[in-house]
């Protein structure tokens, strides 16, 4: 089995103060995994260190992690505020082999369509994650992580997000959901990191 | 290495935000229009006092211009993660496209300050160009690299580090807008080549490290 990320004794935490504490830690693709734990407990810095986006101590943790295409969608968002949604879909996807039509199919099936050209710091959080979840469903990355998936999400957004999720799992890629509790997204979950434990 | 979407998006967020063209290019040319009244009283500075005005004008204008939008770390990987987009491809066109908007409004500002104190450099048109572009690409890949590869995340200690570094390359500025002879012109500009490409080359070590 082929893994992205592995760490033993895995420590996180900012200055001094420790978040996660010698957490064993091994991440395959083409499985899914669940982070679950109570607030605080260090849901968004693991999963922020599982996408490379954590800023913080490591406290020398050992990780290993391969290089594959990695998406993290979060409370906070990614998007550039300044452009237009249809601007930070094609500053976004100019690595991958996208054209218009498909960004345009994309927005209408995520309901965007009438917003491509208004600028992203007009949107509202919601907004701003349906559109995020739009491009990573265009991007298709091999690991995707989501931090609070239902957060900021209507009832029809969260559809979407799980749809996404349905197809992911069908073509053998990897998702990451860190929530509170399960959110029952997934059809096989490889394995759930309680947090709380 | 230089992506034109990452050129496309710095320009479009520059023209939104209107920090440089609309804030600070005003300030400086209301500080150019204000200075030769204020300290001789008309529109005419001795040649000795302009030279020094100038770099310092310069100085001024570059650190202002740098520390306009600090970078947010953070956010910044946020970003280039979620677009899988290389640090050294950032860099590279992050670094291009603030010399695009930084270059041409460093030359209308000496222009003006040219024209308001009715005072001209004494070197060649080309000399003047050619060492303004170096004493920008240097200026800018140092302020991005303090900004990207440092936790100088503070906006005062950002500006407490670069200008001394700005300082010196003014420094090297100043004997070829003196207009020396030609033959140490070119010393001076082929230093400041040398200076460019030992930053660059210790810019693309970090950043391939």
Not at chain 1, 62 to 85: A, D, G, Q, W
Not at chain 1, 94 to 112: A, E, Q, W
């Amino acid at each position: 089995m082929s893994l992205f990320f592995e760490s033993d004794n895995l420590t996180l935490g900012y200055g001094n103060q420790l978040v996660i504490k010698n957490l064993d830690i091994s991440l395959n693709f083409s499985k899914n995994y669940e982070i679950t734990g109570r607030n605080g407990s260090g849901k968004t810095t693991l999963i922020m260190c599982i996408s490379n986006n954590f800023i913080g101590n490591t406290f020398n943790s050992n990780i290993h992690r391969k290089n594959t295409t990695l998406m993290e969608i979060s409370s906070s968002p990614s998007l550039v505020p300044e452009l237009s949604l249809l601007e930070n879909f094609k500053y976004f996807l100019f690595n991958d082999n996208i054209n218009d039509s498909m960004i345009f199919n994309v927005l209408d099936k995520y309901g965007l369509g009438s917003f491509k050209t208004d600028l992203v710091g007009d949107f509202s959080s919601g907004m701003i994650k349906r559109s995020e979840i739009a491009i990573a469903d265009l991007k298709n990355p091999k690991v995707l992580c989501i931090d609070e998936p239902k957060v900021y999400l209507d009832e029809n957004g969260v559809d979407l997000l799980l749809n996404l999720i349905t197809k992911r799992e069908k073509e053998g890629n990897t998702s990451i959901l860190s929530s509170q509790e399960s959110i029952g997204a997934f059809k096989s979950i490889e394995r759930t990191i309680n947090l709380n434990d | 290495m230089i992506k034109k979407y990452i050129i496309k998006k710095e320009l479009n967020m520059e023209f939104r935000n209107n920090t440089s063209l609309f804030l600070i290019t005003p300030t400086m040319c209301v500080l150019i229009i204000v200075f030769p009244i204020l300290s001789e009283n008309r529109f005419r500075v001795e040649n000795d006092i302009f030279l020094i005005v100038e770099l310092l004008l310069l100085i001024i204008f570059t650190t202002l211009f740098s520390i306009r939008n600090p970078l947010k770390e953070q956010k910044l990987i946020k970003e280039l993660n979620f677009g899988s987009i290389k640090k050294v491809d950032y860099f590279y066109s992050k670094t291009f496209s603030e010399l695009i908007i930084f270059y041409p409004q460093i030359i209308i500002l000496l222009i003006l300050f040219s024209g308001f104190t009715n005072t001209s450099l004494n070197s060649s048109l080309l000399h003047i160009c050619l060492s303004i572009l170096f004493f920008c690409l240097n200026a800018t890949m140092i302020n991005l690299f303090f900004q990207i590869f440092t936790t100088f995340s503070n906006r005062f200690v950002q500006f407490t580090l670069i200008v001394p570094i700005y300082i010196g390359f003014a420094i090297l500025i100043a004997p070829l807008w003196l207009g020396v002879n030609q033959e140490i012109s070119n010393i001076y500009l082929l230093m400041f080549l040398g200076i460019t490409m030992v930053i660059y080359s210790f810019t693309n070590f970090y950043l391939r490290k």
